[in-house]
């Protein structure tokens, strides 16, 4: 019987995934501003077999702290998402390249012409992260108008992709006959309208961006509330997901597929990715040297300030940092990821501010601090355990973070038989194995 096949991604930011990474001597101090960092990491990334670039986005910065926020790089990406996939597709070959891209902000028409024409530059290698757009600075940079309550989010974001979903099969791939010698360029039926009428959008259609070869970008998904998994389940391609241990990794991953078969929906069909923060070293404690001296960089404001945001957007100027994390509201932001602190808090008895120290690098997702084969023995474990079908790889610092992980991880899992070894080319769909998507007009309202 052959081995279980994981599939890898990293996700690119600007010096690293600690929120002092832009301090450490080995980081470039500018790099949320060239493009070329980028570039390097994706490509680097590339010719190590990973499968997917990841790149985040948000559409504000924190009001709270102002002392803290101009003291880190992170809210200052640089670019915009969407511009940067391009930057990133047209200097790859085969990565693909996951952008992300918010419901709440956007309209369904024009989100879906720019993925389209992403995934035509791309040929094929594209995925979409959807957002609702958790944080009030976001909310308060666009006209009145959504609800931003989390359930009604998620509800305009259930509508927003199945809109999505539809425009991107207004066109029959078939129909495009391009015959220069009868002058058709396409068949009368190779397009027609949609016709969406919801809640939140209408869209007549057709889309004027043709499919590329992929069919439709990837649908990615990161939210792990309840509103977040039954999303996840109806639409993604891909789930990423912050998972600080085995136990419960296993638990989501067994949720998700869950929820999948319910839909009447392949459960091969949905990769469940969480994240992972490697810092390795030849010895665990030379790997532990380099967590410290990481650590040592950190201001405590703006670790708290990084708490307050992954928190839900809450304000604790008020609460003693040496003291227990005070009860909090139900988050209407990051609503997943303020249980998982909270938890993580009472399970490891931290005091606010030493919470505040243990995710200011892998900010709830699973940390590893050992030599490579710790980390490639944990990815085994959780592969073979069924609480991930891959990874996606957080940095500590660019390009240092994810150089370790390629030159002493990466020959491990391929060893162990553990990576995919995909040919040269193809969609993004078809180098993570899913089933291709079929090009009929009645396709959509199978994902929607």
Known sequence: MSRRKIVLGTILYPSGHHVAAWRHPSTQVDANVDVDHYIAAARDAEAAGFEIAFISDRLGIPKSRAEAIRRVDEWSHGFEALTLAAAVATATRTIGVVATASTTFNEPYNLARQLASLDLISKGRIGWNI????????????????????????????????????LWQSWSPDGLVRDKASGEFFKPDAVRPIDFDGTYFRSKGPLNVIPSRQGRPLLVQAGSSDAGKALAARTADVVFTAQ????????????????????????????????IFPVIGATKAEAEDKY???????QPDVALSLLETYLGDVDLSGVDPEGPLPDLPVANSMKSRQTLLKDLAVRENLSVAALARRI?????HFQIIGTAKDVADQIEDWSESRAAD?????????????????T?????????????????????????????????????????
């Not at 940095?395 to 150089?403: K, L, N, V, Y």
Request: charged share 25%; glycine share 8%.
């Open 292 to 298: 410290a001296a990481l650590q040592d960089l950190i």
């Open 408 to 448: 002493s991880v990466v020959p491990l899992l391929k060893a162990r038989d553990l990576l995919n070894f995909c040919p040269d080319g193809g969609t993004l769909r078809a180098r993570l194995g899913l089933d291709p998507i079929a090009q009929t007009r009645d396709a959509a309202s199978s994902h929607a």
């Open 244 to 275: 600080t241990d085995i136990v419960s990794a296993r638990g989501f991953y067994q949720d998700i597929k869950r929820r999948r078969a319910d839909a009447g929906r392949n459960t091969d069909d949905v990769l469940v990715l969480p994240g």
């Open 360 to 364: 200011a690098g892998a900010r709830g």
């Open 390 to 406: 891959g990874f996606m790889l957080l940095p500590p610092t660019f390009p240092a973070g994810q150089d370790d992980f390629i």
């Open 131 to 166: 957002v609702t757009s958790s944080l009030t600075p976001e909310s308060e940079n666009f006209n009145p108008g959504p609800d931003f309550d989390h359930a009604a989010r998620y509800a305009r974001a259930d509508e927003f992709v199945a809109a999505v979903l539809a």
